[in-house]
């Protein structure tokens, strides 16, 4: 079984930055791939950006790309979602996950955090 703790988010003015954590713990292997998803009222899930187990490979959506990073030092440190230039559509809530495949469809990701709740006021 794989744990995954998240912190991080919160309520923040456009313009404005925030840092997402996500520690795993349990069976994790140490070349799976980490990801965070987001989910705002009444839409999918959304792919966000994803890293694989050394952090020197990553993969964005557009919708981010240049505005959020994500990073990892190694597959045993949490991995991190930088978030700058927040924008009222970046509300949602934010989830991290774990599967062995680098990704942006989620079916990939087998365990997932308790979510956290990113609000942007404009």
């Known amino acids: 079984q794989v744990q995954l703790v998240q912190s991080g988010g919160g309520l923040v003015q456009a313009g404005g930055s925030l840092r997402l954590s996500c520690a795993a713990s349990?069976?994790?292997?140490?070349?799976?791939?980490m990801g965070w998803f987001r989910q705002a009222p009444g839409t999918e899930r959304e792919f966000v950006a994803a890293?694989?187990?050394?952090?020197?490979?990553?993969i964005y959506a557009d919708s981010v790309k240049g505005r959020f990073t994500i990073s990892r030092d190694n597959a045993k440190n949490p991995v991190y979602l930088q978030i700058n230039s927040l924008k009222p559509e970046d509300t949602a809530v934010y989830y991290c996950?774990?599967?062995?495949?680098?990704?942006?469809?989620?079916?990939?990701?087998?365990?997932w955090g308790q979510g956290t709740q990113v609000t942007v006021s404009s």
């Open positions: 349990g069976r994790i292997v140490s070349t799976y791939v």
């Open positions: 890293t694989g187990w050394s952090g020197e490979n990553t």
């Open positions: 996950a774990v599967g062995p495949k680098l990704s942006s469809d989620y079916d990939w990701y087998h365990y």
